[in-house]
């Protein structure tokens, strides 16, 4: 359709609001306004039809009976003038409901809960206003209720919305066709070609697909996150086939491999490290042992790192060995550390619970190059165990929920003397939300942290297995690693002993009268690092800042004033882990 380069009449709608909003946005005459060659003819004809386009818009919002007047006024005039007035009228509820449930799930005594939340849960309710919105809504809701377990080929078989214009009043009906209830059976893969496919089938198995369990709409898309997750494929899709016994319904899953190696080259800047540039490379089937290698380098200002680790494939049960070295320079002006680690164990990731256990040699000396002091190095062998449970509503961008790690190790030193030790932390992550029912809701974050070395007073225990504070996701209003303990010399050294709290209070940024992906926030971190519990001395920062909930995660940026350092700090950072 060719446009003309002017308006070929003026529209004045006069109608309350969100009414006025609505009809400007949808009525069908504002597609001609620049029409070519409208004729006064053709212009009549479109506001003898605007009437009943005005009525049926206004019902998709509930009313039924409004009084609507369009006129053309001024016909004559080059840029004649089409006036819509409208008064809405009163607004239709909902005088009944009435759900039917046909099939399998009508009976079936593993469904009574389903068949209970269909009436339960129903979106729209007597009482409620009728709105189409609201009416398909309700509708779609009722009907995942099964799609989504135990039913994946539920449809609406009859739905009608019954409506009485005289006495505003709807009246509902909707009948679900449940048919047979669907189970899980014998899973194929397609796509293996690089990778043993009982790796795909064991990795859907742990996700939940388990031979004669009922469809789970949730665990189908589990499965699919699993298999991304492993990094062995680059997509990968989950779903129910058909066959001749819906109960053990085959289960496809459908995968586009990842490249036996890849090397990926990374920059970037943080406000805690600088400048950083990165270099990795991925070798996902080392020849011999078919174990995945990981080597990756790391340049940063004030840190070097090199480091290699092994992984085998998952077994049956979630659970993969782990083999790894590091190497470590990281300067803390004026200290410089060197570190080197080994570690052996096993390991079990899950999207809720991840635990591990293995045995590491930490080996670290610590110098002060500017005044030419050169530290003893010190050495420990130790049995760690590792525990992580995640209980929140989004994995990436979280509004409530919490999560909890522990870590216990039992070393014993290897430099100097033999002396053993107890190693202890914990970190507390948790999300509340405040007047989750209001407009304009928010919440609290709180995290908590903790750390502690048990041991004789002058064990040589490395400082890589004691604690530093400061930074972006530690104490805010400080640098990296600025929180520890005082030395003579200048600077601080790794303690025995760590707390850090934070709290902070969340909200959503309101544009334009609709919440936006903006928040603002307002913090209060505190932290301390000691060797003796009684000299924990906590060091606070408070400030404010601005997140930004991409697809990714939280992009943040946080201004902090540290009260005991006296300096603003500006911190940033990217996406949310635990």
Do not use: C
């Amino acid at each position: 359709m060719e446009l003309a380069d002017r308006d070929q009449f003026e529209l004045r709608i006069d109608a309350p609001a969100p009414f006025d909003d609505l009809l400007r946005r949808h009525l069908e005459l504002r597609r001609f306004q620049r029409l070519p060659d409208l004729g006064l003819g053709e212009l009549e004809r479109l506001v003898a039809q605007a009437e009943a386009n005005v009525r049926d818009l206004l019902g998709t919002q509930g009313h039924f009976s409004p009084t609507v007047a369009v006129s053309l006024e001024q016909p004559e005039s080059p840029t004649p003038t089409v006036r819509v007035s409208v008064t809405p009228g009163p607004r239709t509820t909902v005088a009944s409901v009435h759900l039917m449930l046909q099939g399998d799930a009508q009976s079936r005594p593993e469904a009574a809960a389903q068949r209970a939340r269909l009436h339960a849960d129903w979106g729209l309710p007597t009482g409620e206003p009728f709105t189409q919105s609201a009416w398909d809504s309700a509708k779609s809701r009722a009907l995942r209720g099964f799609t989504a377990h135990r039913y994946p080929r539920a449809q609406l078989s009859t739905t009608l919305a019954d409506i009485d214009p005289e006495a505003h009043a709807a009246h509902l009906y909707a009948e679900i066709t449940s048919g047979p209830a669907h189970g899980f059976g014998a899973v194929t893969v397609r796509g293996a070609r690089r990778y043993d496919p009982e790796m795909a089938q064991r990795l859907v198995r742990l996700a939940g697909v388990q031979a004669g369990q009922p469809y789970d709409e949730a665990v189908l898309q589990a499965a699919q996150q699993r298999l991304v997750d492993s990094g062995y494929y680059e997509s990968a899709f989950v779903v129910l086939g058909d066959g001749d016994d819906p109960e053990h319904s085959p289960v496809e899953v459908r995968v586009r491999e990842a490249r036996l190696q890849k090397i990926v080259a990374g920059v970037g800047v943080s406000t805690d490290n600088g400048a950083r540039l990165s270099l990795e490379h991925t070798h996902h089937r080392v020849p011999g042992l078919d174990w995945r290698a990981v080597t990756r380098a790391q340049l940063e200002r004030d840190a070097r790192t090199l480091g290699t680790e092994f992984s085998s494939p998952v077994d049956d049960k979630g659970w993969r060995w782990i083999t790894g070295a590091q190497l470590q320079r990281q300067r803390d002006d004026p200290l410089l550390t060197l570190s080197q680690q080994l570690r052996l164990g096993q390991t079990q990731d899950g999207r809720e619970l991840d635990r591990s256990f293995f045995l590491q040699y930490d080996r670290s000396r610590v110098d002060n190059p500017d005044a030419g002091l050169r530290g003893d190095a010190e050495s420990a062998l130790s049995a760690n165990y590792a525990w992580t449970r995640r209980q929140f509503d989004n994995p990436t961008t979280p509004q409530s929920g919490h999560g909890l790690a522990v870590e216990l190790g039992v070393g014993v030193t290897l430099s100097q003397q033999r002396s053993p030790y107890l190693r202890g932390k914990a970190r507390w992550q948790s999300y509340w939300p405040l007047a989750a029912g209001s407009e304009r809701p928010s919440r609290l974050a709180l995290r908590l942290e903790g750390g502690a070395v048990w041991s004789r007073d002058n064990s040589p225990v490395p400082a890589t297995q004691r604690f530093l504070a400061g930074g972006d996701n530690s104490v805010r209003g400080y640098t990296l690693r600025e929180i520890g303990v005082p030395l003579a010399t200048g600077g601080v050294e790794a303690g025995r002993y760590l707390a850090v709290g934070s709290l902070e209070w969340q909200r959503p940024l309101w544009l334009n009268g609709r919440r936006s992906a903006l928040e603002s926030t307002l913090f209060l971190d505190a932290g301390a690092v000691a060797n003796r519990p009684g000299d924990l001395d906590p060091r606070v920062g408070v400030g404010t800042g601005v997140r930004y909930n991409s697809p990714v995660g939280p992009l943040q940026a946080d201004l902090a004033y540290g009260l005991d350092s006296r300096r603003w700090r500006i911190h940033l950072s990217v996406g949310f882990t635990f």
